[in-house]
């Protein structure tokens, strides 16, 4: 396939980006949308140009550190589906793309496609540490859970924190990730001791790193690689409500 590429890039934070456009030729449909920028970024060594930065990891779908808003769409147009899952079997012999980083105030560009993501840690980190004893995995019916709560638990427990949910929102709201990690731990036994100050915490995080507020949109979910649903987001506005009712 022979494409035409529209790329993002910017030197660094301080410095003005813009797309740039590149022609790339021979790219199998076997090849992954991450493969296919590798074999442009040795065109650009091979030619003494800088290649384009862009963040990956697994390439797996597991580790959510690739993130592309791929021709608008963030992960691409393939529903449920990380950046490095992408294919170019989706693409056809011709076509124009358009490669952009996450667009969001509290992701700042680090260059090109590359964004500085450390909000989601300091959001991680101000919900704390939970009480309950680790170490070997006890009994499994020691702590009785009901099915569907450790269903529930577990499906919000997929978010692989890649951002992408932001990216979507037009608020910049990082409520979808923060509601799967707060209902992940508030629907188990063991996040019950430090489930008020857990959703206070993160709360104030999310909200002094520049995230939006929630407006019911639902362009987050639409992007979640994971299907991360919109209830999490339920659950985080009662517990958050019921928190904060206690701490007044
Ligand atoms: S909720 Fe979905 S889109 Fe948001 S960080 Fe988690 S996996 Fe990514
Ligand atoms: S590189 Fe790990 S999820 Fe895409």
New binding site residues.
């Given amino acids: 396939m022979k494409l035409s590429l529209r790329i993002w890039r910017q030197p660094d934070a301080d410095t003005k980006g813009q797309m740039v456009p590149y022609e790339i030729e021979g790219v199998s449909e076997d090849a992954s949308f991450l493969e296919m920028l590798d074999v442009l970024n040795e065109h650009l060594i091979a030619e003494g140009k800088d290649p384009v930065a862009f963040d990956?990891?697994?390439?797996?779908?597991?580790?959510?550190?690739?993130s592309l808003v791929i021709d608008g769409q963030p992960h691409g147009p393939q529903a449920a589906t990380?950046?490095?899952?992408l294919h170019m079997r989706r693409y056809k012999d011709g076509d124009s793309i358009d490669i952009e980083p996450w667009r969001a105030g509290a992701f700042p560009v680090i260059k090109d496609l590359v964004v500085d993501r450390s909000a989601f840690d300091r959001i991680i980190q101000a919900g704390g540490y939970i009480s309950a004893p680790t170490g070997t995995a006890p009994e499994a019916h020691s702590v009785p859970i009901p099915k569907q709560d450790a269903d529930a638990a577990f499906n919000a427990a997929a978010c692989?924190g890649?951002g992408a949910c932001v990216a979507a929102c037009p608020n910049g709201s990082g409520m979808l990730f923060m509601g799967a990690k707060v209902s992940h731990l508030s629907l188990m036994p063991q996040g019950q001791p430090e489930r008020r100050t857990r959703v206070l915490g993160m709360v104030a995080e999310h909200d002094a790193s520049g995230f939006g507020g929630c407006t019911n949109q639902g362009e987050c979910a639409a992007a979640c690689p994971k299907e991360i649903g919109l209830d999490v987001i339920g659950k985080l506005n009662r517990d958050f409500r019921k928190a904060a009712v206690r701490a007044a």
């Fill in positions: 990956h990891d697994c390439r797996e779908g597991i580790c959510g550190a690739c990380t950046t490095c899952q692989i890649c």
